[in-house]
DNA sequence: TTGCTTGCAAATTTTTTGCAAAAAC
DNA sequence: GTTTTTGCAAAAAATTTGCAAGCAA
């Protein structure tokens, strides 16, 4: 279940956080094996899935977690919050500085709880999709509200 | 992709939703399935995700995607929070009342984005096996505990 | 040299699908 | 009766593992 710390430094593992790092895109495993790939023809997908373990487990980078897919690995490790577009999918990273301030540990410790980080998932549609929408749909008395997001996956 | 609404009222179905109504254990797909089971032993497990992909459609249940493992299942639809315990993998609800209104759809607006719903995940250590961890460590000046809470950054 | 790490292929885990039969309406 | 839903088994998708060989230290 738990498995050994890293000691070496190879290859691989360094190309694989090349094909990360600066990368806000928050790929799929399948697409970092495919950067990773082209420099290093013969690693194998597993050796990818191995790697990126290692540098979560490093805090070098970290996992996400959304629905229907798997998982989408960030290079980003500071504490921020993520936006998902239920429409196409994609993922931005969002610095909401006010909205942190207003999340209180304090109540939390008192009933216990040792908070380590904290994760806010925001779901709407992006700037894209919601300009392609007016521009499909001309508004007609507002517009048809998007259905309530139920599905949250998150590490 | 897009399944057909349900249309029919079935005893399975009824029985998924039993199985979950006012569980607050947020439970695997397995596990209501070993519950419907002993009512209906003849139910397929298909029949449990399709079961719960309908009810999770009607917006009576919801999914909660957490790292590791599968999807759990959340009768509780209202907004609020939850609580991931990164020792015993246990999921609570968490009502943070002050926290609700903790982003600010405005600035999110501003920068086009339509915001349907939120959720906040706070990871660390539960109630439980905090205590479980005081017993074994002996607190020495402050305990483990209050430093990990430390760790929180409201930046 | 030592033993961690890789590549390969096979295994696991979780969820989905095709299809004929059963159940709803 | 007609159409949806189920059960079963098999498929898919994503990730993990065993093991011999390769490579870093």
Redesign the interface.
């Known amino acids: 279940m738990r498995r050994a710390a890293r000691r070496r430094r190879t290859r691989q593992l360094e190309q694989v956080f090349e094909a990360l790092k600066g990368d806000h895109t928050h790929p799929f495993a399948h697409e970092i094996y495919r950067r990773v790939h082209q420099r290093l023809p013969r690693i194998s997908l597993a050796t990818v899935y191995r790697n990126l373990h290692s540098l979560v487990e490093e805090g070098k980078i970290r996992?996400l977690?959304?629905?229907g897919q798997g998982a989408r690995y960030d290079p980003e490790t500071r504490?921020y919050d993520h936006?998902v577009c239920?429409r196409c999918g994609r993922v931005d990273d969002?610095f909401?500085?006010?909205?942190?301030?207003?999340?209180?540990?304090i109540?939390?410790?008192k009933?216990?709880?040792?908070?380590?980080?904290?994760?806010?998932?925001?779901?709407?549609?992006?700037?894209g999709c919601?300009?392609r929408r007016r521009l499909s749909r001309p508004r007609v008395r507002g517009t048809q509200a998007?259905?309530?997001?139920?599905?949250?996956?998150?590490?």
Chains 1, 2 share one sequence.
């Open positions: 996992t977690l959304l629905d504490e936006f239920e969002l909401l500085r006010r909205a942190r301030r207003r999340i209180d540990p109540s939390l410790a009933r216990g709880y040792v908070v380590t980080t904290h994760n806010l998932m925001v779901h709407g549609m992006c700037q919601a300009a998007l259905t309530r997001a139920s599905v949250w996956r998150q590490q």
